[in-house]
């Protein structure tokens, strides 16, 4: 045994009973019968437990050996190995996928705005170009048109009111 356990507890009357190990070690001389029992253990203890029970325990220990073993052999990496106390190692992973509804929507709304915007005017149509796709600021255009930024502001919002009527 690696490690000698805190307690034990086995079963008598068909109820468990807890024991320092030292007792348990003594009582082992005289109840023959815990030779024949199966112990796991848990926690720093050991604890009695049907021959079912054990056998499935070990069995899992087993393939997890076999499990870990083959994986280190393959090279497998899983991102539950990151994971500690502080970090989930599954938090790096981001859902970068797209809503299929909102792909469609938003293609299908390109696909009208292109077709609207040559229905604007010359004028209309590059002070949208400079503003929305050059992104020169409301400012910036009215000291290039020689309006104030109030007039360039009112001119974008009704181009785009135009535009959604067009839509």
């Given at each position: 045994m690696k490690y000698i356990p805190k307690r034990v507890f086995v079963i008598e009357d068909g109820e468990y009973i807890e024991l320092p190990y030292e007792e348990f070690s003594a009582r082992q001389g005289l109840v023959p019968a815990y030779s024949e029992k199966h112990f796991l253990p848990l926690h720093g203890m050991?604890?009695?437990?049907?021959?079912?029970?054990?056998?499935?325990?070990?069995?899992?220990?087993?393939?997890?050996?076999?499990?870990?073993?083959?994986?280190?052999?393959?090279?497998?990496?899983?991102?539950?190995?990151?994971?500690?106390?502080?970090?989930?190692?599954?938090?790096?992973?981001?859902?970068?996928?797209?809503?299929?509804?909102?792909?469609?929507?938003?293609?299908?709304?390109?696909?009208?705005?292109?077709?609207?915007?040559?229905?604007?005017?010359e004028d209309e149509r590059t002070l949208i170009h400079q503003h929305f796709f050059e992104g020169i600021s409301q400012t910036k255009l009215s000291q290039m048109y020689g309006v104030n930024q109030s007039n360039i502001s009112r001119r974008i919002m009704k181009i785009l009111q135009k535009l959604k009527e067009l839509l």
């Open positions: 050991l604890m009695e437990v049907s021959e079912d029970d054990y056998r499935d325990f070990y069995k899992s220990i087993r393939r997890q050996k076999y499990l870990d073993e083959r994986s280190e052999k393959n090279g497998d990496f899983s991102y539950d190995m990151l994971t500690t106390d502080d970090f989930n190692g599954e938090d790096i992973l981001v859902d970068s996928s797209q809503d299929i509804g909102e792909i469609v929507t938003d293609k299908i709304m390109l696909d009208k705005l292109r077709q609207a915007i040559p229905l604007l005017s």
